[in-house]
């Protein structure tokens, strides 16, 4: 953080209410408000506000002007009968806003980490369970539930009361729409929701507002059209898509997503 950014940052602030252990760091400008709880091994980045009742359990950190509400629970033990108090961490990004009542585990052996990105917004009572890895500017709408080991890339917005199922992946700029059950990866660019879950075309409208030009998106369509609306299996229009469609980074990461599954692509 530059001096000039440093000099314009208040004082840190603790209410008298609060308990911060004596091996927790607080950055420049943090405040700690009342009855809020923070343990061990605890980095809160500069100006960052930890609302009323909030708990940091142990071993997590905190990118700066991140804002926790109240009763938010971080850095807990995982949800996970194979855990055995083993040392693990939680990591969160810059700027992230984590709402009422929200709860994220730290991770296990499997990977040593749960990992939120920056500039994401996690509302209410939403769960980020053990293993997990969330990209930059995700949006969880109320009660999202994630099991373990899900992964969601940048830019996704998941509506609320959406429970998604472990080791399943959400590609980059994906929606999903509230009260949908995810089960399967839900490949980038796209729009999925429902029970079963299902495929709703390309998300036009994040797409748009991302700025990414007629020529992505046009580009997005044909693979699109070729992956999900032909009568060729997925193996097959995964080839197709790559000789027809122009192989720009778009297209390819969407075509990798797709290969690279392993509990199968919704469709």
């Avoid at 709880?37 to 940091?56: A, Q």
């Avoid at 209410?124 to 539930?145: F, K, P, Q, R, T």
Wanted: one cysteine or more; hydrophobic letters at 40%.
């Amino acid at each position: 953080m530059s001096e000039a950014t440093s000099s314009t940052r208040k004082d840190t602030q603790v209410h008298e209410t609060a308990i911060v252990d004596a091996g927790a760091h607080l950055g420049c400008g943090v405040s700690v408000g009342p009855w809020a709880m923070i343990g061990p091994d605890v980095v809160v980045g500069d100006g960052s506000e930890i609302g009323p009742r909030v708990l940091i359990d142990r071993d997590t950190t905190l990118g700066e002007d991140c804002c926790i509400f109240n009763g938010a629970v971080l850095g807990t033990d995982p949800q996970d009968l194979k855990y055995r108090g083993e040392p693990t961490v939680l990591e969160v990004g810059a700027r992230t806003v984590i709402r009422e009542f929200a709860t994220l585990n730290r991770g296990t052996s499997a990977s040593g980490k749960t990992v939120v990105g920056s500039d994401c917004l996690l509302m209410a009572y939403s769960h980020i369970a053990h293993d997990c890895e969330i990209g930059n500017h995700v949006i969880l709408a109320n009660s999202v539930n994630m099991a373990g080991h899900v992964i969601i890339e940048d830019w996704v917005i998941v509506g609320g009361l959406t429970p998604i199922h472990q080791f399943v992946r959400i590609g980059a700029h994906a929606f999903v729409g509230g009260g949908s059950r995810v089960p399967q990866d839900v490949p980038p660019y796209c729009r999925a929701a429902g029970n079963p879950l299902k495929l709703y075309g390309l998300n036009t409208v994040g797409l748009d507002r991302r700025g990414l030009s007629s020529e992505v998106r046009k580009s997005l369509k044909q693979a699109y059209r070729i992956l999900f609306q032909s009568d060729q299996n997925l193996s097959k229009a995964i080839e197709r898509a790559q000789v027809e469609v122009p192989a720009i980074p778009e297209v390819r990461h969407l075509l990798e997503f797709i290969r690279a599954s392993e509990r199968g692509i919704t469709l």
